[in-house]
């Protein structure tokens, strides 16, 4: 595939700018430090260390697409075979047109990424779900008051998480789970 040289420029100044922005994650010894601070292994706390880990790991193969498309076209003698991988070609033409590319998000989600959202929108909404995860880690569960379902990689398994525990604390309480009603109520988002 031949892309001509203002447009490889393009999408170098893209790559090192976007390399600022992307977060890097956490390290596997801070998750477990902040996980026995948090109570240890509870089952919230092995959902969130789960979660953790996805989205540090999403993040380690933005970070290391991106370098690798940088250094390639820094330096195309050198590194410009790795240009020749065809996820690593699809990505560059999402980025060229400033789409969030399709491989990344496919990391994070099973369903494709809107046609319509720009890298700009994805980089800021993955930098949401990082600070909401920051957040959970230093407030800890009991003083956490809400969930962004759209932070998690696997919302539907918080919510059967949350709704097991509350049926077993209710159970607990009263020795009947039989009884129990789940409503949802549907607020706005807190500004914070």
Excluded at 13 to 31: E, H, M, N, T
Excluded at 159 to 184: C, D, M, P
Aim: net charge positive; proline share 5%; glycine share 4%.
């Amino acid at each position: 595939m031949y892309l001509q040289t203002a447009k490889l420029s393009e999408v170098h100044d893209l790559c090192a700018s976007l390399l600022s922005k992307v977060p890097r994650g956490w390290s596997r010894d801070f998750i477990n430090d902040r996980i026995k601070k948090l109570g240890g292994d509870t089952p919230f706390n092995l959902f969130l260390k789960k979660e953790l880990q996805h989205l540090t790991s999403v993040l380690s193969e933005i970070r290391r697409s991106l370098h690798v498309i940088k250094d390639s076209l820094e330096s195309p003698d050198t590194f410009g075979d790795q240009l020749s991988d065809p996820n690593a070609i699809t990505i560059v033409h999402d980025l060229y047109h400033k789409k969030a590319p399709t491989q990344w998000f496919k990391m994070e989600w099973s369903f494709p990424c809107p046609s319509d959202w720009s890298i700009s929108s994805w980089i800021q909404d993955l930098q949401q779900r990082v600070a909401h995860f920051e957040k959970i880690l230093q407030l800890g569960r009991e003083k956490t008051p809400t969930y962004w379902l759209g932070a998690f990689h696997n919302p539907k398994g918080l919510l059967s998480l949350l709704k097991q525990e509350a049926i077993r604390r209710y159970s607990e309480r009263t020795g009947n789970a039989e009884s129990v009603v789940f409503k949802t109520e549907i607020t706005q988002r807190d500004k914070e």
